[in-house]
């Protein structure tokens, strides 16, 4: 299998203010938020990063898009770097968060041309692949309605389309069913499945051991900023369950029992 995703030594930092050492209880002024973090990710595979809330996962993935800067390392989307060729990268991926937030005055219509344009796709394709995409999540009947008046799912669901607008081969999804009722979740797990069917590369960072399960080829379990563990979903889980192995990593890691 050819290597789509190599990231090595990924090191990110960020400097506390008063107020958040304060809550954190802390007199550290800076967080290690990644530390020394390597992966590889192969073509046509799900792969998942496990770990709990502030582990470091989307932060690694907002590195690896690009929209933050790493203090040390470097990760190669395709070959492109992600120090020395940021637009490379960001041409090669779609990428979605649950903290990007689409602006709440404009419609899925006008944001999904609004994007297409800014990656130059050809006008008839772009509407082609609207009109598909949008009946295939139920946008079409919500397509003229702003941002502000969509529910969770829906906003979620046009948030998906629009990442990934220019039809990459690699598409990064951060907490993809965050919040999300369980028929959207299904909605969004089954297209993650079919984009895989289609021989495209996925990545996705969850703490939802059954999102893992269900989907992903191999994982990564990051715990504070350290890839604890990384190997296929049939070798982690031989021996145990998905969840036994992470809590047991867990507890050697961080010390005593949950």
Known sequence: MRVILRAEG????????????????????VI???DDLSFEAYEGEVFGLLGPNGAGKTTTLRMIATLIKADEGDAFVDGASIRTQPEA?????????????????????????????LHHIDPELSGQRKQKMFGK???????????ANLSTGMKQKASLVISIVHDPNIIIFDEPTNGLDVLTAKVVTDFLLELKAQGKTVIVSTHIFSLVEKICDRAGIIIDGKMIACDTLENMTSEKTLEDVFFDLYASTVGGAL
């Not at 944001?111 to 297409?116: N, S």
């Not at 999540?137 to 941002?147: P, Q, S």
Request: aromatic letters at 16%.
């Open 10 to 29: 990924l090191k990110k930092m960020f400097r506390l203010s008063s107020k958040q050492q304060k809550l954190r209880n802390t007199k550290e002024k």
């Open 32 to 34: 290690k938020a990644v």
């Open 89 to 117: 990268v960001r041409a090669k991926i779609g990428f979605l968060t649950s903290e990007l937030k689409l602006e709440d005055f404009f419609t899925p219509n006008y944001l999904y041309d609004f994007f297409a344009n």
């Open 137 to 147: 999540f139920g946008i079409d009947k919500f397509a003229e309605v702003k941002i």
